[in-house]
């Protein structure tokens, strides 16, 4: 049981940006893997992007350009960069860490893109 804590989400408008980071609440050993992932009201959860211990990125084809995963290894920490927001971009998002022992998720920050 490895609780992910969430900030950076809120309203911002068409065009605007945000940073979303996440990290574990404690000390957490074996992580591989951590990301993002959103669901809007309605969808099923879909993979917004991740990054590897060696820095290795995937993103949806939705956000490549606009969006940019980092991460800070020695804190564990996960960071999403979003850039030129859309309303569609509006979600609730989640944390993922892929440990060696398991998955992760946090329990989801707000992002709501509106004029």
């Known amino acids: 049981q490895v609780q992910l804590v969430e900030s950076g989400g809120g309203l911002v408008e068409p065009g605007g940006s945000l940073r979303l980071s996440c990290a574990p609440s404690g000390i957490v050993f074996g992580v591989l893997v951590m990301g993002w992932y959103r669901q809007a009201p309605g969808n099923q959860r879909e993979l917004v992007a991740t990054?590897?211990?060696?820095?290795?990125?995937n993103y949806a084809e939705s956000v490549k350009g606009r969006f940019t995963i980092s991460r800070d290894n020695a804190k564990n920490t996960v960071y999403l960069e979003m850039n030129i927001l859309k309303v569609e971009d509006t979600a609730v998002y989640y944390c993922?860490?892929?440990?060696?022992?398991?998955?992760?998720w946090g329990q989801g920050t707000q992002v709501t893109v509106s004029a």
């Open positions: 993922y860490i892929h440990r060696q022992r398991g998955d992760d």
């Open positions: 990054i590897t211990h060696s820095g290795s990125t």
